[in-house]
């Protein structure tokens, strides 16, 4: 599988940005997409991903009410929708893909398959 990035790039702090992602193959049942970050200086951490069959989604608390996953169906592929931007959503965005188990669902090792990154900077 592999993941294609696009979206990003530079926003004022309350803007609002959108990433996509797609997978070159099917999706399957279990099969969860969704979105890491890595901020300057940081670890990589959980953003948002929803499970493809079903549409469950989960949100790291920073950005709840604020960010929003959906899927794509006929393009294999999620969005997030990020609106409200805050200088701290700074950081290099990594699509991801994989079926984690229910402890893993936030944790980076339930993912097998990783996109490239893409940038995502917000100024103040």
């Known amino acids: 599988v592999q993941l294609q990035a696009s979206g990003g790039g530079l926003v004022q702090a309350g803007g609002s940005l959108r990433l996509s992602c797609a997978a070159t193959a099917r999706t399957f049942s279990g099969y969860f997409m969704g979105w890491f970050r890595q901020p300057p200086g940081k670890e990589r951490e959980f953003v948002a991903v929803v499970k493809w069959n079903g549409g469950s989604t989960y949100y790291a608390d920073s950005v709840k009410g604020r960010f929003t996953i959906s899927r794509e169906y006929a393009k294999n592929a999620v969005n997030l929708e990020m609106n409200i931007l805050k200088p701290e959503d700074t950081a290099v965005y990594y699509c991801?893909?994989?079926?984690?188990?229910?402890?893993?669902?936030?944790?980076?090792?339930?993912?097998?398959?990783w996109g490239q990154g893409t940038q995502v900077t917000v100024s103040s």
């Open positions: 991801v893909a994989g079926f984690p188990i229910s402890s893993s669902v936030k944790r980076r090792e339930g993912y097998r398959y």
